[in-house]
Antibody, heavy 121, light 105 residues
Framework: EVQLVETGGDLVQPGGSLRLSCEASGFSFSNYWMHWVRQAPGKELVWVAR????????EYADSVRGRFIISRDNAKKTLHLQMNSLRDEDTAVYYC??????????????WGQGTQVTVSS | IQMTQSPSSLSASVGDRVTITCRASQTISTNLNWYQQKPGKAPKVLIYAASMLQSGVPSRFRGSGSGTDFTLTITNLQPEDFATYFCHQTYRTPYIFGQGTKLEI
């Protein structure tokens, strides 16, 4: 079964740091782009970052560039998101998702169950 | 690229047909996906590449459109279709999602 499981979410003070992890199973992790997406309570989904299968390409949303770092360990089939200088507005459920491509398009499937990050003093 | 999804909420009855629309601020070809999200759960892809039905998704879900205008149509609504639906462009980063449509049965 193809599965993604996120861990690492917590309550952290503004200005603090947190590292999220996403463990993959059931597929060849090293062959796929991976993404982080977040969702604040009652809000829409927001794409955060993506990383190519061999880490040769990395991109971030403007709102997190310079503060967050996406990385991966293909040997351990794990995706990471290092979150620094956290702000109240970073509070959200964070999902990892596999990037799937074909027929000239790409989409996210599957998604993990999400991990809650709360930034508050 | 901005995505404008409408309506933001929708009430319907079992057996009805409903349509959700998504408009991109510039052409995105067919790089448009639709996801369903139930409360407390992760999103699940229904339609990819504007009109391709994801494996395992019932055929009552149909996507159409290209360029800037897209629709998700659900026919013969079932109770399990109560959820929020998001469109999602993957033509260019940042990969923007629509604001969501909450479908109430």
């Amino acid at each position: 079964e193809v599965q993604l499981v996120e861990t690492g979410g917590d309550l952290v003070q503004p200005g603090g740091s947190l590292r999220l992890s996403c463990e993959a199973s059931g597929f060849s992790f090293s062959n796929y782009w991976m993404h982080w997406v977040r969702q604040a309570p009652g809000k829409e989904l927001v794409w955060v970052a993506r990383i190519q299968s061999d880490e040769s390409s990395i991109e971030y949303a403007d709102s997190v560039r310079g503060r967050f770092i996406i990385s991966r360990d293909n040997a351990k089939k794990t995706l990471h998101l290092q979150m620094n200088s956290l702000r109240d507005e970073d509070t959200a459920v964070y999902y990892c998702a596999r990037g799937f491509s074909g027929v000239g398009a790409n989409w996210f499937d599957p998604w993990g169950q999400g991990t809650q990050v709360t930034v508050s003093s | 690229i901005q995505m404008t999804q409408s309506p933001s909420s929708l009430s319907a009855s079992v057996g009805d047909r409903v349509t959700i629309t998504c408009r991109a601020s510039q052409t995105i070809s067919t790089n448009l996906n639709w996801y369903q999200q139930k409360p407390g759960k992760a999103p699940k892809v229904l339609i990819y590449a504007a009109s391709m039905l994801q494996s395992g998704v019932p055929s009552r879900f149909r996507g159409s459109g290209s360029g800037t205008d897209f629709t998700l149509t659900i026919t013969n609504l079932q109770p399990e279709d109560f959820a929020t639906y998001f469109c999602h462009q993957t033509y260019r980063t940042p990969y923007i999602f629509g604001q969501g449509t909450k479908l109430e049965i």
